[in-house]
Structures are given as C-alpha cells and as structure tokens.
C-alpha cells in the first residue's frame, strides 16, 4: 500500500496501533482516492481500507456527536443506512453492539434514517482503536476489501 501512495508523491506518516494486523495511516491527501489508488495496486497483504472522516477520542458522546454531525450532512429522510463498528480493545467500549444500537436509534430518531442491514444506501463506519475511534459515512463500496 506504501508505494501505491508513495508513487503519488503523497507524504504517509504510519501509527503505530497497538493492535496486530491494524495500521493507521495519516495522510495528505483525500481518504477516498487513496482508497481508490490502493485498489488499483497489486496487493496482497492488505485485506480491508476504511477512509476515515474523522478521528474522536473514544467516548460514546464524543462519537456520537460527531457521527451525528457527519451524517446530517449526507443521509436525507429517505435513506437507509447501517451502523457497523469495528472495536480494537475493550478498555474505553465494552460492546461494539451497544454502540451500534445507541448510534443507530439516534440516526433514526434525530435524522430521520431508515435501518437496513442487508442492503444500505450508506454505511456509518465506526472503526475504534482503543483510545481513539475513526469515523465515517460512506457508501457502501467506499471500503475496500479484498480477500
């Protein structure tokens, strides 16, 4: 992945995570494209790319205000969505699910969303890496996974 972005003169700074198979990547450059050179690249070691929005302490207020922030401004009353919630150490969330269903519930109530599991018109990623959590509205094929 390094030189997929590299070969775009595109400046990687690589954080150490804290938790195997996990690399967090700041760049300077918009979230999307460098998914979307990753895909274009040869790989092989990398299974799964999240471009994240933004990034909030993990605190459950915390992450809801700011998903609630960030989906206000893509979901409109007609759209569904899904929660999905990625959780790396225990030590801030104890249960990806209650953040699912505390975000969710606040989607439908606040914004209006229509939950659906199967088949979403956006995605609220939330990906929690213990003290720090990513966060993203996206539509389905803007995470990239390879098998």
């Known amino acids: 992945m390094s030189m997929a972005l590299q070969a775009q003169e595109r400046e990687l700074n690589f954080k150490e995570s804290g938790f195997p198979n ?9 979230p999307y494209q460098a998914v979307d050179l990753v895909r274009k690249s040869p790989t092989t070691v990398i299974s799964k790319v ?17 998903i609630l922030l960030l989906a206000g401004e893509k979901l409109s009353p007609e759209n569904s969505f899904r929660v ?11 249960s990806p699910q209650d ?12 914004l209006n969303g229509i939950i659906d599991e199967n088949d979403p018109d956006w995605v609220v990623q939330l990906e929690v890496v213990g003290e ?12 990239l996974k390879k098998i």
């Open 99 to 110: 953040v699912i269903e505390m975000v969710s519930t606040e989607l439908v109530e606040k």
């Open 84 to 94: 999905i919630c990625d959780l790396r150490g225990r030590k801030y969330i104890n």
């Open 132 to 143: 720090n959590t990513g966060l993203s509205v996206l539509r389905p094929g803007d995470i």
């Open 22 to 30: 996990v690399i967090l990547i700041d760049l300077n450059m918009d």
């Open 50 to 66: 999240v471009p994240i929005e933004a990034v909030v302490r993990t605190r459950l207020d915390t992450i809801l205000e700011k």
